[in-house]
């Protein structure tokens, strides 16, 4: 098994011995940037109900995260791959966006409209469980201040890296608290929305359909997620088109994105 690159093992112990303290967010980025030389970082907070909570960033370029207040903090991030991580509770470690998105998602408007704009060109996230119902995700970019993929010599190392990352930010975030009340499903706040805000009256299984058009997933990859056939989800697919009266997945984007952010109570 090939070592870590050089310095990490002294970056570890810088991490551990800032834990719980205010330079530990620095010294773990000095541990990111000694592994696999990301152009950016940003540290979040996913929880079951609520926007993420931004605990770290980091970018010489600040086109990455010029609309992370904007649009991905009150809404878009429902539709993003990583959030996705989070409700399917996956085990901590190390994911590449390429290997856990959608097999659409370099076609859907989320990625044209919004994840194109920050000029990621790869990430690679650490997931980790901190608290009850909380979800860290602790992510490297890389932007076109490089333009480089990451190699997958780095993939690798943050592979081997992960339990270790994992077990510092679940010490050093243990205290972080879980969004109160119940956990929020992102297809009955859009049909609740949609019928509020315009009046259209949507099905759960057409909510549903819409959301995963949103985050990018295929006629055959919908149809896997929710157990129908491709031709029982072009019918759904049908069905929400004519009752919302538009005919393009840009104007299912401009449509339901604002209401992505309506969480009010019917």
Request: aromatic share 8%; proline share 7%.
């Amino acid at each position: 098994m090939p070592p870590l690159p050089n310095l990490s093992e002294a970056r570890i112990a810088e991490a551990i011995r800032t834990l719980r303290q205010p330079g530990f967010e620095a010294a773990l980025a000095g541990l990111f940037h000694a592994v696999a030389a990301p152009d950016n970082l940003i540290y979040l907070a996913y929880r079951d109900a609520g926007a993420p909570q931004v605990l770290y960033r980091q970018t010489l370029d600040p086109t990455v995260f010029a609309e992370l207040e904007s649009t991905y903090l009150p809404g878009a991030y429902r539709l993003d791959p990583f959030f996705d991580l989070h409700l399917n509770r996956v085990a901590a470690g190390a994911y590449r966006l390429t290997d856990i998105a959608p097999d659409a998602f370099h076609r859907s408007r989320y990625f044209s409209e919004y994840y194109e704009q920050t000029t990621l060109v790869d990430e690679i996230t650490f997931v980790a469980y901190p608290a009850p119902g909380v979800t860290l995700n602790l992510c490297l970019g890389r932007d076109v201040s490089s333009n480089r993929v990451f190699s997958q010599r780095e993939v690798e190392a943050c592979q081997r890296l992960a339990p270790v990352v994992a077990a510092l930010a679940e010490s050093h975030w243990a205290d972080l608290s879980r969004a109160p009340g119940p956990a929020e499903d992102t297809a009955v706040l859009l049909a609740r929305a949609t019928r509020r805000q315009h009046g259209i009256q949507l099905s759960a299984r057409q909510a549903e359909v819409a959301l995963l058009i949103l985050r990018g997933h295929s006629t055959m990859s919908i149809g896997l997620r929710l157990g129908l056939s491709p031709q029982t989800v072009k019918v759904f697919r049908k069905q929400l088109y004519n009752r919302c009266t538009i005919s393009s997945q840009a104007e299912l984007f401009a449509l339901m994105l604002p209401l992505l952010q309506d969480q009010a109570s019917p």
